[in-house]
């Protein structure tokens, strides 16, 4: 069982990332996102376009093992939007050990840090627990050329600024 954290700012391909990794496996996968995190229903979708995935919503990381049957077909678990999911350090590592017993790997994917650069606790949990940690960088939104670590937040298509 492995457990990975994918991290960056906003448009920096996670979701593309998570999409790949289920057409390259989709026959043993679960698939999850957060409930507030979906505009579209149930579904994950990359703002750079391509397929769209339906998932299951849940708000809470203890939801994973409601929704795997027993003994399961699955072999990969991933999780869309994990910044938004509620997870307590005792409850997520009885969820990786119990995951661990089933020779589950877990791939969560998410915001690292908020546009004032601060980190979100969940995905912070997640990095601290996690056997690898992934970290990807877009294209900043302002000069187009630099690879951006932080995410951009838009009011009415300008950039908000830190100082407001």
Request: proline share 5%; hydrophobic share 35%; glycine share 2%.
């Given at each position: 069982m492995s457990f990975t954290t994918v991290i960056g700012p906003v448009k920096a391909g996670k979701s593309r990332a998570l999409i790949q990794r289920f057409e390259d496996e989709?026959?043993?996968?679960?698939?999850?996102?957060?409930?507030?995190?979906?505009?579209?229903?149930?579904?994950?979708k990359s703002r750079a376009g391509g397929a769209v995935l339906n998932s299951?919503?849940?708000?809470?990381?203890?939801?994973?093992?409601?929704?795997?049957?027993?003994?399961?077909?699955s072999t990969l678990i991933l999780v869309d939007e994990v910044q938004f999911i509620n997870a307590e350090p005792t409850i997520l590592q009885y969820i990786l050990a119990e995951l661990g017993s089933r020779d589950i790997d877990l791939v969560v994917y998410g915001l690292d840090m908020d546009y004032k650069g601060m980190p979100f606790a969940t995905t912070a949990l997640c990095m601290s627990m996690a056997d690898n940690v992934v970290k990807v960088h877009g294209t900043c939104d302002v000069c187009r050329l630099t690879p951006s670590t932080m995410s951009l937040r838009m009011y009415n298509n300008k950039p908000v600024s830190l100082s407001a």
């Open positions: 989709y026959a043993s996968i679960r698939l999850f996102s957060a409930k507030q995190a979906q505009e579209n229903g149930e579904k994950i299951i919503p849940m708000s809470s990381m203890s939801e994973i093992l409601y929704h795997l049957e027993y003994p399961t077909k």
